[in-house]
């Protein structure tokens, strides 16, 4: 059964940091793998996905990483700014196919952005 | 850009009760799901369907939780004997074919009391 751990449940830093969000997997036979934002109370906005044969994806001051082999994905945010702070979730989606396609997240990263 | 909308947003429900949640996903997509967020804890997935049917469900769904297509928008979850553990926070979800990525709605709240 696979199993998302995201490693710091919590993290608080100062305005203008760059910060590095961990994701792990532990079963590498994925289709891709996802990164969500969730605000409080609020639903998932995806930030980016990245597929099983990617190595990193990139959007804005947003970078996402994929070792597939070692089942870990990283979200590096640069330059943060306040309004990034909400719970950051990894996601993947299983490869096994035959229609279970069912994602399988992680309990998620709180940040906190200090002005 | 396209939404997932969910309603209602929040939803107070005596125990035993039924209740049907409501989604209208991107119009394009042809996969649907819902899953669930119990407060302080993980995103669960509840259901999958596509083609009209239930392409996979976890153990989570059993013979309380049924899904529907009744139109051609709208896509719906019921529960038909609500318990107090129902209580958490239902997203329904949908993409299109292929390799692309999930949308998900803001989500229903759901209470029972």
């Known amino acids: 059964k696979q199993e998302v751990t995201q490693i710091p449940a919590a993290l608080s830093v100062p305005e203008g940091e760059n910060l590095v969000l961990n994701c792990s997997f532990t079963d590498s036979a994925i289709y891709n793998l996802q990164w969500f934002r969730q605000d409080p109370g609020k639903g998932l906005t995806s930030l980016l996905l990245?597929?099983?044969?990617?190595r990193e994806q990139t959007s804005g001051r947003l970078n996402a990483s994929l070792d597939k082999s070692s089942g870990r994905s990283t979200l590096y945010i640069a330059a943060s700014q306040p309004g990034d702070s909400a719970t950051y979730l990894c996601?993947?989606?299983?490869?096994?196919?035959?229609?279970?396609?069912?994602?399988?997240f992680g309990k998620g990263t709180h940040l906190i952005i200090q002005p | 850009e396209p939404e997932v909308t969910q309603t209602p947003s929040h939803q107070v429900t005596q125990m035993g009760q039924e209740v049907i949640l409501r989604c209208v996903p991107i119009s394009n997509h042809l996969y649907f799901y819902w899953y669930r967020q119990i407060l302080g804890q993980k995103v669960e997935f509840l259901v999958s369907f596509y083609n009209n049917e239930i392409s996979e469900k976890s153990e989570i769904f059993d013979d309380q939780f049924s899904v529907e297509r009744p139109d051609g928008s709208n896509f719906t979850l019921k529960i038909r004997s609500t318990k107090l553990e129902d209580s958490a926070m239902y997203f329904c979800?949908?993409?299109?074919?292929?390799?692309?990525?999930?949308?998900f709605g803001s989500g229903t709240r759901l209470t029972v009391v």
């Open positions: 996601a993947v989606r299983p490869g096994t196919g035959g229609g279970a396609d069912g994602l399988t």
């Open positions: 979800a949908s993409r299109p074919f292929g390799t692309y990525g999930y949308t």
């Open positions: 990245i597929q099983s044969s990617q």
